[in-house]
């Protein structure tokens, strides 16, 4: 199992530009990626970012063709997507039957996390959402007990 690492204040800048786009009222996401290989996430990318009507029903409907715009991208910075992140409105972080049908990436070893509250805390400790291993075949694992994420000062 992989341990992801992210600086403090890229966790932040992530909590910080979910909290801005749910407003409070709605589910916002991203994906979090790494140069191929390592294990330190260094770019953020809101689902906004390539799909601006992502969010416009309250819950994360990403159309297919911000993927079209996503590939590119990785290709030109050498990157993956390691995992991505969605909010939820309250303290439940389970996923919904539609979070497990549509994994973000179809990929075993892909993490999905869950923040709880639409990220309306300031501060969020990566071990306060849940997170999901994908293991093919639309079966997802708990890695509550075995966090993936940790941060980093730098
Ligand atoms: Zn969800």
């Known amino acids: 199992m992989r341990l992801l ?5 890229k966790w932040y800048q992530l909590i910080s530009g979910l909290r801005k786009r749910g407003g409070g009222v709605r589910e916002s996401g991203a994906f979090l990626l790494s140069k ?7 770019k953020i990318i809101f689902y906004d ?5 992502v969010s416009a029903s309250g819950i994360i409907r990403f159309n297919g063709s911000g993927y079209i715009k996503l590939w590119p ?10 995992a991505d992140i ?5 303290s439940n972080t389970n996923q919904s039957f539609a979070d497990k049908s549509h994994p973000m990436i179809r990929l075993k070893g892909h993490i999905a996390l869950i923040a709880p509250f639409y990220a309306m805390y300031r501060w ?5 959402c849940s997170a999901y291993l994908y293991e ?13 994420i940790k941060t980093t000062w730098l």
Do not use: Y
């Open 73 to 82: 991208l990785l290709r030109n910075w050498g990157m993956e997507v390691v």
């Open 124 to 128: 969020i400790n990566p071990n306060v």
């Open 49 to 53: 970012e390539l799909d601006p009507e």
């Open 136 to 148: 093919g075949s639309f079966q997802w694992r708990s890695l509550d007990q075995n966090f993936p």
């Open 86 to 90: 969605h909010t939820h409105p309250d």
């Open 5 to 9: 690492k992210i600086s403090a204040l």
């Open 36 to 42: 191929i290989g390592s294990d330190r996430i260094c």
